[in-house]
């Protein structure tokens, strides 16, 4: 298990999980849209817009779910010393 960690796009995948989460989604969901708008009949412009705006989707995803990790980080805290007891 060790020695797949070390593998090289693993352990960058391990150092930027966004970046990673980002790429993944991404390409799952430009191959869906390849694959189901394929007989549309778009033009080439139509097609990078329609992949960009995609990719800023699953951009956007990965980062709204990355809110509750800040939400999990602060609940893990332990209480400030500087609150009053009462």
């Given at each position: 298990?060790?020695?797949?960690?070390?593998?090289?796009?693993?352990?960058?995948?391990?150092?930027?999980?966004r970046l990673a989460a980002w790429i993944v989604l991404s390409l799952?969901?430009?191959?869906?849209?390849?694959?189901?708008?394929?007989?549309?009949?778009?033009?080439?412009?139509?097609?990078?817009?329609?992949?960009?705006?995609?990719?800023?989707?699953?951009?956007?995803?990965?980062w709204i779910v990355s809110w509750e990790d800040k939400d999990d980080?602060?609940?893990?805290?332990?209480?400030?010393?500087?609150?009053?007891?009462?």
């Amino acid at each position: 298990m060790q020695s797949l960690l070390n593998f090289p796009p693993i352990k960058w995948a391990n150092e930027h999980p966004r970046l990673a989460a980002w790429i993944v989604l991404s390409l799952g969901m430009v191959t869906i849209l390849l694959v189901e708008a394929r007989d549309v009949g778009l033009l080439p412009g139509q097609w990078f817009a329609l992949i960009a705006a995609t990719v800023g989707v699953a951009g956007l995803c990965v980062w709204i779910v990355s809110w509750e990790d800040k939400d999990d980080e602060a609940g893990d805290a332990p209480p400030s010393q500087d609150a009053p007891k009462t």
